[in-house]
């Protein structure tokens, strides 16, 4: 462990790993990497930022999404959630609206009710 602490190729802000290409400085007798790549990901959620449309995930990726609602339980054929991200990985409004609720969709509150 002492190792890694010594090198910024090597440290928390470098991540993700990509078990294709060892980071710079990773030591060669260091046999690990590919379960260490398996393993980061419960580490390393992404920051959700402008632009964020068309953006897509690996399906086993952790997703910084504290809290989930469903919105439309009524058998549509779509899935329509509301969620709450985590503030500290939320860039997509401001520091003043993270403390404040918004409501996404308040036609859809309406209707559920």
Not at 9 to 36: C, G, H, T, V
Not at 62 to 83: F, H, M, Q, Y
Request: charged letters at 20%; glycine letters at 2%; hydrophobic letters at 40%.
């Amino acid at each position: 462990m002492n190792y890694f602490r010594y090198y910024r190729s090597l440290s928390d802000a470098a991540l993700p790993f990509d078990p294709a290409s060892p980071p710079r400085d990773w030591p060669e007798n260091a046999d690990f990497l590919p379960q260490f790549c398996e393993a980061q990901w419960k580490f390393c959620a992404p920051v959700f930022r402008r632009p964020f449309a068309g953006q897509q995930f690996p399906p086993d990726m952790v997703l910084p999404i504290i809290s989930r609602e469903a919105l439309n339980t009524d058998g549509s054929i779509a899935s329509l959630w509301r969620i709450k991200i985590h503030p500290a990985y939320n860039y997509l409004i401001t520091e003043a609206d993270k403390a404040v609720h918004i409501p996404l969709c308040p036609q859809i509150q309406r209707t559920n009710h």
